[in-house]
Every structure is written in C-alpha cells, then in structure tokens.
C-alpha cells in the first residue's frame, strides 16, 4: 500500500495532472485524442472575460500542431454544471477572430471529473455538439465535447477505457493506494506524484484551507436544500396533503412540518 494526498483536493489533482505524460495519457484513454503537448497550464483565465464572468480552466492545454485545446476541471461538488458548460464555450468563444469568421480553428475538449461524486449517479456522461441528422448519423461539424466523470460511480459496467483510471482516482480518496492494482505506467506515475511524503507544506495548507472551504459550501447547500423542502412542505400544506405524505416527498421531519406555518 501507498500513502497518497486525496486527489479529491484541487491543489493534489493539478499537482498530478499537470504532468504532460500523465495529461495525454489521461486524455487518450477518455476521449481517444493523442495530443502532442510539452505544457500544461494552470489556472488558465482569458483575458478579457467571455461574457461577465472570468472563466478559469484548473488545467489547459493545446495542441497546435493537431488543433486540440483540451480543458479538465475538477470539481468537489455536482451542482455546477452551468458553470462546466461556461468554461467549455469560453474556449471556444475565445478563438473567434471576426464577425465573418466563426468557425474556432482548433477543437475543444473539456473532462470534467467529479471527486465528491453527481446527483445524477452516472460513471461516464457526455454533452456533445456534434449535429446529427434524423437517423442518426453526424454530419461532422462542431466536434466539440464535454465529458463527465464521477469515480465514485464507476462499476463492472463501466468501459474498460475508463475504467482503471476511475479506480485509481477513487482508490486515493481514503489516503491510500494498492499500487499492483494498477498497470497504466502513468497511473504509476501519478501516484508517485501524490505520494504522501511528496507533498509540501505550502501544498500542506491549500489541502487544509480547501478542506474548510468545502465544508461551508456544504453547509451553505444544505441549507439551501432545507429551505427548498421547507416552501415544498408549506405548498403541500395549503393543498391539503398530510403530514406522512409530506415527510415522504421532502425528507422534513413531522416535528418540521408541524412547525411550518400554513
């Protein structure tokens, strides 16, 4: 076994990724693009903002020679996906060179993984821009494409191109690694990077006040979700369901329901 930083913590995952090896290998097994890179940045903002909000990548690249830009974004939480969608079409908004030119010279894939796991449930999920006609079949234009992926969902079921590299990813959340499970020479790599005597102690901190951080967002959302249950139950009320059928649909205790005022 092999003591590892989480790679649920923003700072550990662009430690790991920012590795050009281990960035194409990653982007090969999970949108079967090679890229030729020797350059990863982080943290990589436009200048000026698309739009009124200044978009940032936690790991960019681009391949100019194959016209690639590949983004991956990491995210503790699974209600951001307005905001993925914001950073993929801030790439390529980005690229427009004049109004009589809209076509991005280069094609943009955004990886999304998400550490703490998605409401949805799903291992793997894709928005792809790419039209299709009515039977199905693509008309090769805009091939652009945001992938999603949820380690914590990952089972027997899950392709087997993505499969070894969800288990590495989930397998470190606990602080620890079986190494010999793994035979992607990168995710050998990877682990190395994230090994636990590695980290340093400024990588220490930003583990430490990422962690806080994390914490009141999730306090903030759950109380955002109470208070949603709360105008739910008090709806159901005026419409005459009682109180088990309520405490069924919102999750409110019968005390919290009864406390509610019509």
Not at 77 to 99: C, G, K, S, T
Not at 174 to 189: A, R
């Amino acid at each position: 076994m092999k003591q590892v930083a989480p790679l649920r913590y923003g700072v550990i995952f662009k430690k790991a990724f920012c590795d050009p090896e281990i960035f194409t290998a990653f982007v090969r097994d999970m949108i079967g693009v090679t890229i030729e890179i020797d350059h990863v940045e982080i943290e990589k903002e436009f200048a000026p903002p698309i739009g009124r909000v200044q978009s940032r990548s936690d790991l960019f690249a681009q391949d100019v020679r194959n016209r690639v830009i590949v983004i991956i974004l990491h995210e503790h939480h699974a209600y951001h996906y307005d905001r993925f969608m914001h950073r993929h079409i801030a790439a390529l908004v980005e690229q427009v060179a004049n109004a009589e030119d809209y076509r991005p010279p280069m094609k943009v894939f955004t990886i999304v993984v998400l550490t703490s796991g998605d409401r949805h449930k799903r291992d793997v999920s894709v928005t792809d821009f790419a039209p299709r006609d009515m039977q199905g079949n693509a008309l090769r234009e805009t091939p652009h494409k945001v992938l999603y992926l949820c380690p914590k969902y990952v089972s027997d079921d899950t392709p087997e191109q993505y499969r070894e590299w969800l288990l590495a990813i989930r397998d470190t959340l606990d602080g620890e690694v079986e190494e010999t499970d793994y035979h992607l020479p990168e995710i050998q790599k990877l682990f190395d990077h994230i090994e636990k005597d590695s980290v340093s102690p400024e990588e220490r901190a930003r583990m430490f006040d990422e962690h806080g951080q994390e914490l009141l967002q999730d306090e903030k959302f759950a109380e955002g979700e109470k208070q949603k249950a709360i105008e739910t139950a008090r709806k159901m009320k005026t419409k005459g369901y009682d109180t088990d059928e309520i405490a069924d649909l919102t999750g409110l205790s019968v005390e919290e329901i009864n406390a509610i005022d019509d």
